[in-house]
């Protein structure tokens, strides 16, 4: 996992309006604070080596946003749209991601940690080293995905669907659920605890496992 290359020290602080101020919705070396920023809508903006932290967006749509070398700390992005966007080293930190719309985007090296994921949308996604760790997924979908080096530490995943994703190399078994839905022909190589593996066999042979 790749870091995000940030040195808070040399950030000069700002507004994420700025960011309207320069033609191609570029935005770098900032620290944003404490921001409300209502019903903005962009096309393709470029947020590089910032820190935001405690920032609100409501209603906002950032198509194809572009993100590199940043951490959002305290943010709440709930129900922005950031489909077809291209994330590198990223972090998200205490974040709210309510219904968040993450769809057809690429991930790569990217954690979320204990994180409010409730309801997102992560479909069409291609994944390289990505962490969730400690986040709150209930009934987030998961569909379509390409997975590369992707983890699941100690995460809420509770009526997640992981439609025709292929989930050998992951490892739920320090998370829970009470009920998940995957496709068994995807599920082959993924590692579950004892509950869980009693849960997925009633889910799809209807063997109930007594203990």
Not at 81 to 110: A, H, I, M, P, W
Request: charged share 25%.
């Amino acid at each position: 996992m790749e870091n995000p290359k940030l040195v808070t020290d040399y950030l000069e602080k700002g507004s994420f309006y700025n960011i309207l101020d320069e033609e191609d919705y570029y935005l770098g070396n900032q620290l944003l604070e404490n921001e409300v920023i209502e019903n903005l809508t962009i096309a393709h903006p470029v947020v590089d080596k910032s820190l935001l932290k405690h920032e609100t967006f409501i209603g906002g749509n950032f198509d194809k946003f572009e993100v590199s070398d940043t951490v959002f700390s305290g943010c709440d992005l709930s129900n922005c749209v950031l489909s077809e966007g291209s994330f590198y080293r990223v972090t998200f930190k205490n974040c709210k991601l309510l219904g968040t719309n993450f769809d057809q985007s690429f991930l790569n090296n990217v954690t979320f940690e204990n994180c409010l994921l409730d309801m997102a949308a992560l479909n069409q996604l291609n994944l390289k080293t990505v962490v969730f760790s400690g986040c709150q997924m209930k009934d987030a979908s998961f569909n379509e995905n390409k997975l590369v080096k992707v983890k699941f530490a100690h995460c809420n995943l509770n009526e997640m669907t992981f439609w025709q994703t292929k989930l050998k190399g992951l490892d739920f078994s320090d998370s829970e659920f009470e009920t998940i839905d995957l496709d068994q022909e995807m599920m082959r190589g993924l590692k579950v605890n004892s509950e869980q593996a009693s849960f997925l066999a009633q889910y799809f042979l209807g063997i109930k496992v007594s203990y």
